[in-house]
């Protein structure tokens, strides 16, 4: 998926999430962090593609090749349940040593989670699939022909993938309106 897709996706899970299965409160500083790690968690696992923005810069000319030689190609330990834990823990590591102090570490940690799961669910419909289980080098995807599934940046994504999520996250907002009042410490 596109990263469009990927922010919408990770936007919709965790609002879904955290309007559902609502704390009683949060602080200014934790929904920051929220939407921060929100955004930061839906495209991270794109880290191990060269062809994504976080690789644009290249210093050398023989950067790109030289990286992909070294991740293997896209689709590797960042599209894996392994990365997506090890990446929430390096996370939560970094936010306990700065230590902010009205800053909620265990729900960022989630929102971060949460976000990466969803770029995970977003790929699984593609064409390339996943390897949920890596370093077992499997890729899995849904539907389990390759054909019925989805071509990145492909207009069933635009037109059909896109819109639904955009619906789906606005009935979200619009079904949980009296728990966002309650959710802020205003
Ligand atoms: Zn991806």
Known sequence: MIQRTHDLAAVALVSYYFLTYSPPSLNWETLL?????????????????????????????????ASRDFLDGHRHLSHSLLGIFLFTWVLGLLLNTIKLPHLE?????????LGQLSHLIADTVTIEGVP????????????????MRIRTGGWVEKLIVFPLLLA???????????????????
């Open 33 to 65: 962090g929220i939407g921060v790690a929100t955004f930061i968690g839906g495209i991270i696992p794109d880290i191990d593609n060269v062809a994504s923005p976080a690789w644009k810069h290249k210093l050398t000319p023989w950067e790109g090749k």
């Open 105 to 113: 570490v265990g729900l960022v940690q989630l929102a971060f989670f």
């Open 132 to 147: 949920w289980f890596y370093p077992i080098p499997f890729k899995i995807g849904i539907p389990p022909f390759k054909f």
């Open 168 to 186: 789906f996250t606005i009935w979200i907002y619009y079904s949980h309106h009296e728990v966002i009042g309650k959710f802020l410490k205003i």
